[in-house]
Nanobody
Framework: QVQLVESGGGLVQPGGSLRLSCTASGRGFRIMSMGWYRQAPGKERELVAIVSELGAITYAASVKGRATVSRDNAKNTVYLQMNSLKPEDTAVYYC????????????WGQGTQVTVSS
């Protein structure tokens, strides 16, 4: 099993910035891709940004130019820096990892609330 624990959410004013962190833990696992999804009220969960095992990065069009995702493989940690936040960025942000544990599958964090409001 792989456990993902997020931190860094909260209330941010429009135009502000935040940094989310997510660390994976467990026994005998190997992370392939790792990144972030989000889900706003009444909407489906959507990709924000993801880093492949080889370091390839994909961003959602809605955050491109405002978000930077990075990964520290030695620490099994992924970060998301978001700038110029907008009210429409308000959502629960979920850490995601595709990893080999007993088998290769998807793992999710518990989610962290990000609210962009004045």
């Amino acid at each position: 099993q792989v456990q993902l624990v997020e931190s860094g959410g909260g209330l941010v004013q429009p135009g502000g910035s935040l940094r989310l962190s997510c660390t994976a833990s467990g026994r005998g696992f190997r992370i392939m891709s790792m990144g972030w999804y989000r889900q706003a009220p009444g909407k489906e969960r959507e990709l924000v940004a993801i880093v492949s095992e080889l370091g390839a990065i994909t961003y959602a069009a809605s955050v491109k130019g405002r978000a930077t995702v990075s990964r520290d493989n030695a620490k099994n940690t992924v970060y998301l820096q978001m700038n110029s936040l907008k009210p429409e960025d308000t959502a629960v942000y979920y850490c995601y990892a595709n990893a080999w544990s007993d088998s290769r599958r998807d793992f999710w964090g518990q989610g962290t609330q990000v609210t962009v409001s004045s």
